[in-house]
């Protein structure tokens, strides 16, 4: 079961005591790698260098998110190439113990039961930039289920949180990417890599999940299926997932929502 797969075990194992925070055996990789940082605090980032520039910096100090959502419920799988970077992350983990308390346990999948287990999603939360980017591409389809299902919007995005999870093929903070050396290279990379193999392309096959690949679409190394959406040219630069966009459409099915006239 993918519960027990090596993403899984290895992301369990990752020390979250103290950064860097690392999949174990990334260590050797990284820790040789030009363009990484390790800021200890909101503070030591705020007066950093790396504060309010063009920053191509893997951020080891803040906790990896090489997924959100619960992997063994989740029915719509969005794979994208790497989480963003603000000061809010920083701020988030450090000085919110609650974030950071679901953040862990997402990373040890160990979020089956939550009300919000995409905690992206959690209006709790609605103050952290990833809730703001991720309730913006998921605006309509969470009004969508809202309306049909007579619901309030709170209870659309706990529907949606259930079902959705974010693949991220390098789990690693950054502003811009320049890691692309990497892609071949990082365990966690390869892992993930066959974690979708596995798993998640299996259950897509057997009409028991959708693929939405957005972002190195190449590099997942996909299959044609009628399950499996696959970006191009100009989708992957914006990645949208609104209901009226190819990814969009395909949620809208697996939720099984009515498409409505003129929508």
């Known amino acids: ?141 969470i009004d969508e289920i809202r309306k049909q299902n007579k619901v309030s919007y709170q209870n659309a995005m706990s529907i949606l949180s259930k079902k959705l999870a974010c693949l991220e093929l390098i789990p690693y903070h950054s502003k811009s990417f320049g890691a692309g050396s990497l892609l071949n290279k990082l365990p966690s990379v390869k892992v993930m890599r066959s974690y979708v193999q596995d798993i998640v392309i299996p259950r897509a096959k057997a009409d028991k999940a959708i693929i939405i690949a957005t972002r190195q679409v190449k590099m997942w190394q996909l299959p044609e299926h009628k399950n499996i959406v696959m970006y191009e040219g100009g989708e992957t630069r914006s990645a949208h997932l609104t209901i009226s966009s190819r990814g969009g459409q395909a949620i809208a099915k697996n939720l099984g929502l009515v498409r409505q006239k003129g929508g």
């Open 1 to 141: 079961m993918s519960k027990h797969h090596n993403l899984i075990e290895g992301w369990r194992n990752c020390n979250l005591e103290s950064p860097p925070y690392l999949f174990p055996d990334d260590e050797k990789l990284l820790l040789g790698f030009a363009d990484t940082k390790t800021y200890r605090s909101f503070d030591e980032y705020v007066a950093s260098p790396e504060f309010g520039v063009s920053d191509i910096n893997l951020h080891l100090g803040l906790l990896p998110i090489p997924f959100a959502g619960n992997l063994e419920k989740a029915s719509i799988f969005i794979l994208m190439l790497n989480p963003g970077l603000s000061a809010g992350d920083y701020f988030a983990e450090q000085r919110v113990a609650d974030f950071r308390n679901a953040h862990v346990r997402s990373l040890r999948q160990e979020n089956a039961d939550d009300e919000f287990p995409f905690i992206f999603l959690n209006p709790d939360f609605a103050w952290h930039p990833g809730f703001g980017y991720w309730q913006k591409k998921f605006h309509n389809i």
